[in-house]
């Protein structure tokens, strides 16, 4: 009797341990990383340059460093999303030339359609600060994910364009890109010209 106890009770386990396993294995999507976001706050842009904004405290601002880099040209860094906001300013002269960098920036933002599901385009018009440009949103996976352009039609042209270091993969910034958006709609609504 003891014996068939024992031959019996580890082939019970045994049973019951392959029973109770499942076949049915599927992986797990691949995760991404929580992303805090910080609390929305403000700082004035206030260097000698002819231009003013409002620009999150969260990000830096620091002087463009790069080989073909002018004079009041300035990259938003936000370190925390590996992002940059690239600011240009050039002085207009000619009515030629502000027609040349209107068409620069639509191709410059249309270049993305390869890979774009979507551009979205905006008219910025504020009269009473004669601050007018348009704002390209461009959806999918793109280099750049925000681009716009303000000028007073007359002598100043000013350009912005979002760019993350990393490859792009829309799903995965999404969330950042929208709240960045809401940072560059600050900067645009607060933007003024000094003279």
């Not at 390869?114 to 385009?121: F, G, L, R, V, Y």
Request: aromatic share 18%; with cysteine.
């Amino acid at each position: 009797m003891k014996l068939k106890s024992f031959v019996f009770l580890p082939f019970m386990l045994l049973l019951c341990f392959s029973a109770c396993q499942n076949n049915d294995y599927s992986p797990k999507p691949k995760g991404y990383y929580r992303i805090e976001f910080p609390r929305k706050a403000y700082a004035a842009f206030s260097k000698p340059v002819p231009y003013q904004f409002q620009y999150p405290v969260y990000a830096t601002i620091e002087q463009d460093q790069s080989r073909d880099a002018r004079a009041n040209w300035y990259n938003l860094h936000f370190k925390q999303f590996n992002g940059y906001l690239h600011l240009t300013y050039y002085d207009v002269s000619a009515k030629g030339e502000y027609d040349q960098m209107v068409e620069d920036a639509r191709k410059l933002a249309f270049k993305h359609t390869i890979k774009a599901s979507a551009i979205d385009q905006r008219i910025i018009n504020y009269p009473q600060q004669k601050v007018y440009g348009i704002y390209y949103a461009i959806e999918g996976n793109t280099a750049s994910s925000v681009q716009f352009f303000l000028t007073d039609s007359a002598k100043h042209y000013f350009r912005g364009a979002l760019y993350f270091n990393e490859r792009p993969q829309y799903d995965s910034i999404a969330p950042v890109v929208k709240f960045i958006k809401t940072d560059i709609d600050t900067l645009i609504s607060t933007f003024r010209w000094k003279n």
